[in-house]
């Protein structure tokens, strides 16, 4: 099975300022399709996981500019510009390269 | 728009069974594989099964292959995760999500197993 490990696991972040989460998966996830199924997801609390980005980079429809993943092969990052109250929650990344899919453990970030 | 509810939940007594349905509408739900997973109280997410678009192949996560079965029915729109043999640690959140792009573009609010004696 492919580990998804994230770093770090809580990230207290003043209101404005960026934030950021890395993910490494235990083997490369570039697809013999030539994309890489690298996806991260945002759950506030209390409320399901919601997709924010798909194939790294592709942000879906309605989620805010200020999100954007970036990486490669096997190192992923997700940022957020300048953080807002509305983006606590547990961030996830995910893969889907193969079965099982697996998860990261989940990045907690809260406001300072 | 689109919709999942998931329903079928319950308290349950380990070595049990229980079914759980998830309605889909607003999305021609034969065109999109279908998704499980789940989330232990206070836990991350655990990808649970998937279910092919026409049902003709399923996978599953080690921690539940032999014990759960998923299935669907395309006239009903409708995804179903038949739960056999439970154990304490199947205790969790359980979500329908549909397959997109190789990610889950959209999640129910979740039906609640509990699994106890």
């Known amino acids: 099975d492919i580990v998804m490990t994230q770093t770090p696991l809580s990230s207290p972040v003043t209101l404005g300022q960026p934030a950021s989460i890395s993910c490494r998966s235990s083997q490369s996830l570039v697809h013999s399709d030539g994309n890489t199924y690298l996806s991260w997801l945002q759950q506030r609390p209390g409320q399901p996981p919601r997709l924010l980005i798909y194939k790294i980079s592709n942000r879906l429809s309605g989620v805010p500019d200020r999100f954007s993943g970036s990486g490669a092969g096997t190192d992923f990052t997700l940022k957020i510009s300048r953080v807002e109250a509305e983006d606590v929650g547990v961030y996830y990344c995910m893969q889907a390269i193969q079965f099982p899919i697996t998860f990261g453990q989940g990045t907690r970030l809260e406001i300072k | 728009q689109v919709q999942l509810v998931e329903s079928g939940g319950g308290v349950v007594q380990p070595g049990r069974s229980l079914r759980l349905s998830c309605a889909a509408s607003g999305f021609t739900f034969r065109d999109y594989a279908m998704h499980w997973v789940r989330q232990a109280p206070g836990k991350g997410l655990e990808w649970v099964a998937v279910?092919?678009?026409?049902?003709?192949?399923?996978y599953y996560a080690d921690s539940v292959k032999g014990r759960f079965t998923v299935s669907r029915d395309n006239f009903q729109n409708t995804l179903y995760l038949q739960l056999n043999s439970l154990r304490a640690e199947d205790t969790a959140l359980y979500y329908c999500?549909?397959?997109?792009?190789?990610?889950?573009?959209?999640w129910g609010q979740g039906t609640l197993v509990t699994v106890s004696s």
């Open positions: 999500a549909r397959h997109w792009a190789r990610a889950n573009d959209y």
């Open positions: 279910i092919w678009s026409d049902g003709t192949k399923a």
